[in-house]
């Protein structure tokens, strides 16, 4: 396994990173060093067991491992995990967007709310409303398993709000119970939708 981004990159200095990247994204402890692909994949197969959701999450966990090597990096992850999902005799009902996958619903749906907001929130300024926004589509995701997770995706949604929020406003110490008014008077919404994002906010 080698990759090649500004000069040539050792299978141990790749795959150590890569293992912890995915661990840190699991929340898994890092035991051990790795130096080979052998080892590599026999902590791959361990951390993912048998369930279909660690299966994505790990995959999602390489890809940001994979950010630190540059675009052609990401960009053959991306290739790959796509044309997996194509190749599928069964449509999964989930899609991948540049490191992340997330439920299918409707496609129109699923472009404006999913995949634009995944385009403009990868701007480095929006990082802290981008992470609880990724965690609450995973949660999402796994809720058709795990039905406990709706209620975490909510909460990691919030998360996210409140974190726009604290950029929209420009007043990072307050919470959005203390400042949904000026957040909502910023945004310049119609009446309908002022009203629709307060309802949620309380």
């Not at 293992?19 to 840190?24: D, F, P, R, S, V």
């Not at 390489?62 to 950010?67: D, K, Q, V």
């Not at 749906?109 to 981008?130: G, I, T």
């Amino acid at each position: 396994m080698e990759f090649h981004t500004a000069g040539r990159v050792t299978d141990t200095n790749v795959l150590e990173p890569l293992i912890l990247e995915i661990e840190t994204f699991l929340g898994e402890p890092h035991d051990g060093n790795i130096s080979t692909p052998n080892e590599f994949v026999a902590i791959w197969r361990d951390l993912i067991g048998s369930e279909f959701s660690r299966c994505l999450q790990c995959v999602e966990g390489l890809y940001s491992g994979m950010e630190v090597y540059g675009e052609p990096a990401t960009r053959k992850v991306n290739k790959t995990v796509t044309e997996t999902l194509q190749e599928s005799e069964l449509d999964l009902g989930i899609s991948w967007h540049n490191g992340f996958f997330s439920k299918k619903g409707v496609e129109l749906l699923d472009e404006k709310v999913v995949n634009e907001s995944l385009r403009w929130l990868a701007n480095p300024k929006y990082q802290n409303v981008l992470v609880p926004f990724q965690k609450g589509l995973s949660h999402l995701l796994e809720g058709t398993k795990h039905p406990q997770r709706f209620g975490d995706a909510v909460t990691d949604m919030y998360e996210s709000l409140e974190a726009m929020a604290k950029i929209v406003t420009g007043k990072p110490s307050k919470d959005l119970s203390a400042s949904y008014e000026e957040f909502i008077a910023k945004l310049r919404l119609s009446a309908s939708h002022k009203t629709m994002l307060k309802e949620y906010i309380d």
